[in-house]
């Protein structure tokens, strides 16, 4: 898929409400899990959301998982079909391309939006996501392509630090489109993750699962590669793929504006 001029240009450039990729807004609790994400921030606005149509612009179960079960918002899935081919270069780091990426994503869906061939008409809300993952060298991992990558990129993330960004975009589809100005938001947001020593054998029989191969950096916390994990700091859900505060906290600046133009 070509990205439009427009998008990216968009994609490169600051957007209403978005902030400096990789700059959490507060100092992170070690350790936050399940038990501790913010759904009350957004708790009181639950019932005019799920009034709303929301599109996941990802194929993402756990994405879905986390819209649904933990922030509490329901969601149709629309895949983007943006190549996620942005030039690393042309982003001041691992986290602006993150970002980047999901605002492309997003921006693909609402583009490319068929009343006809969806079956509806535009979306009030459509969100794009993308995870990498940043070695401690400074590497960004995004899926791994085989086994022998799945491998590199665990034996680069054994015994170290590294930093898992994801990048959100938030696009009101109707008001953008009533208005005919993007109506939308994006911003990164940055979790640490120590991970213990691993012996070659416990590589081999973690990539032969083939958990891998749909996920950042090759692991996903939510599964057996959680053993691995000696600790984090920031928001799990953010390595599962979103984070479940900050996404609520910047959902809830849209929603009156989302509303009216419902």
Not at 163 to 182: N, W
């Amino acid at each position: 898929v070509v990205a439009s001029r427009r998008a990216v240009r968009l994609a490169k450039t600051a957007r209403v409400g978005s902030r400096a990729p990789g700059r959490p807004s507060r100092v992170p609790m070690r350790g936050v899990g399940p038990g501790t994400a913010r759904r009350a921030m957004i708790l009181h606005r639950l019932s005019a959301l799920n009034a709303l149509h929301v599109v996941l612009a990802s194929a993402s179960p756990r994405r879905r998982e986390i819209l649904r079960d933990v922030v509490g918002v329901e969601c149709d899935i629309a895949p983007s079909a943006f190549a996620e081919n942005l030039p690393h270069e042309d982003y001041d780091g691992a986290a602006a391309y993150a970002r980047a990426t999901a605002w492309m994503k997003a921006m693909d869906v609402y583009e490319n939006w068929d009343a006809n061939e969806r079956g509806s008409e535009m979306p009030d809300v459509i969100i794009g996501a993308d995870t990498v993952v940043e070695s401690a060298d400074g590497t960004t991992m995004e899926k791994p392509a085989d086994a022998a990558s799945a491998t590199a990129m665990l034996r680069a993330l054994s015994r170290s630090e590294s930093k898992v960004h994801t990048g959100v975009a938030i696009i009101g589809g109707k008001i953008s489109k009533k208005t005919g100005k993007i109506y939308g938001k994006s911003f990164s947001e940055t979790t640490r993750v120590e991970f213990a020593e691993l012996k070659a054998e416990e590589i081999a029989a973690y990539v032969a699962t083939k958990e891998p191969y749909d996920k950042a950096g090759g692991y996903g916390i939510q599964g057996p590669a959680a053993v691995f994990i000696r600790g984090i700091v920031g928001d799990y859900f953010n390595v599962m793929g979103l984070p479940a505060h900050a996404f609520a906290r910047e959902l809830e600046s849209m929603i009156d504006d989302v509303v009216e133009h419902a």
